[in-house]
């Protein structure tokens, strides 16, 4: 993330925080943030091969149109209820 987005706020320890009162941060690394996650969010299964013997974990991907759909309206609502004249598209 400190490549792909090298603004976005961190902590004393390096990760990713929400900004305190007043403090002052860059905005559009967060809606950076919001558009990394969307092209990169998948729908998984995962699990042991078979329960009784649990030879290898197994992580399959799924079909993650649906995922992409509610991640988008929840972002897309936010951006509505906070007056940002933004909106989230699968472009």
């Known amino acids: 993330m400190a490549i792909k987005i090298p603004n ?3 902590d004393k320890y390096g990760h990713i925080a929400a900004p305190q009162d007043n403090e002052d941060y860059d ?7 919001i ?11 995962e699990g042991w091969n ?10 399959h991907y799924l079909d ?4 992409f759909d ?3 309206n929840e972002i897309n609502e936010i951006y509505q209820e906070s007056g940002l004249l933004f909106t989230l598209t699968s472009g």
């Open 8 to 10: 976005i706020l961190r």
């Open 27 to 33: 905005q559009y690394s967060l809606i950076d943030l």
């Open 35 to 45: 558009e990394y996650v969307a092209q990169n969010i998948k729908n998984i299964s």
């Open 50 to 59: 078979k329960d009784r013997y649990k030879n290898h974990w197994y992580i």
């Open 64 to 67: 993650t149109t649906n995922v």
């Open 70 to 72: 509610d991640y988008r």
